[in-house]
């Protein structure tokens, strides 16, 4: 297990992420406790890319349920199809919302978020849980974000 995060702050987006997902995948090998590794895995995305709020909801029954998370406190549960969490869980696809203003039912957990990549991880075919990223900018998050983060949730799903 890595001890320490290494942080690339005067770098491209894409050199940062590609600094970091090892990192991350070292912190959790060896780790069999999901919530141990989820509360690292969000720890890492926060400092290591500088995010507003970075977080997971689980799928338990018919909601997504928080999980760890780092940054402001957070709405504890989402009902499937409400919110971008809630649509990217109905839809079992990434969401990249530009402006969280503009999203038809956006769920306001904080007035500081400004945009949002929402990310879904799969365990036998059906949504798990979610990996939700807000920034304090608007349109923060791009295909590169997309990119990398889901290559995160193939280590995550690795770990269901």
Known sequence: MAEELSVITDASKEE???ALLPQIEA???GEPDLTANLANMASALKYGMNFFWVGFYLVK???LVLGPFQGPIACTRIQ?????CGTAWENAETIIVDNVDEFPGHIACSSDSKSEIVLPAFKNGEVALILDVDSDQLADFDEVDKKYLSRLMKVV???L
Do not use: I, N, P, S
């Open 16 to 18: 940062q992420y590609a």
């Open 27 to 29: 912190l959790v090998t």
């Open 61 to 63: 029954k018919d909601e």
């Open 80 to 84: 499937r199809g409400k919110g971008v």
């Open 157 to 159: 799903e690795q770990m």
